[in-house]
């Protein structure tokens, strides 16, 4: 890999309602307005010479990704570790009540029901990302969700995660050359082996 474009999905119909979407077994596709969002992009995205397309489990980065490159021939890959969080039982509830478990709970404590810690969270999509440093594709297009992207942009930009990240926008391309997303790999690494939020 030499340049990775991260995009979040489009708006689906659990983020519409602001509800929890952990389980890619569930159905949530995008909405009406979430498809608008994804064919806004493809245009901006047309003279990319895009080699890969890595999506996450969930039917809907998949779905935002058809949108994007319509009838371009671009092999896709799917790399489960970049999926949204497991949220145990908050899963299908208001992300809210997510949330304010998430932002008064430490970086090792897990959600009740079999959720995944942020500390378990990050050292997965570190794996992830480190699954798209390793392909031989060139430029790579990654369709995947909010939290992965908020991690790698506060890495980028010196900061470790935090009990909050704020949500990045539908459908936006966030561009990284090998040694940026190299560089946000270590630093993930690192806070997972010694989380502490600060």
Do not use: K
């Not at 991690?151 to 561009?175: I, N």
């Amino acid at each position: 890999m030499e340049r990775a474009i991260l995009v979040r999905h489009g708006e689906s119909e659990f983020s519409a309602r602001r509800a929890v979407s952990g389980n890619p077994a569930v159905a949530c596709p995008l909405t009406p307005e979430g498809r608008t969002q994804a064919m806004r992009l493809a245009p901006l995205l047309a003279d990319e010479e895009l080699d890969l397309c890595i999506t996450s489990e969930f039917p809907r980065t998949r779905e935002t990704a058809d949108l994007i490159l319509a009838d371009r021939d671009v092999p896709r890959l799917v790399v489960g570790d970049l999926n949204d969080p497991n949220a145990g039982s908050f899963d299908g509830g208001p992300l809210d009540d997510y949330l304010a478990w998430a932002h008064s709970h430490g970086p090792v404590d897990e959600p009740p029901g079999g959720g995944e810690s942020r500390a378990a969270i990050v050292a997965r999509y570190a794996r992830g990302f480190r699954c798209v440093l390793e392909r031989p594709e060139r430029t790579i297009l990654v369709v995947i969700h909010s939290l992965p992207i908020a991690y790698v942009r506060a890495a980028a930009e010196g900061r470790d995660p935090a009990a909050a990240m704020g949500l990045v926008p539908y459908c936006e391309a966030y561009r990284l050359t090998r040694e940026e997303l190299e560089r946000v790999v270590e630093r993930l690494d690192r806070w997972a082996a010694q989380p502490a939020f600060a």
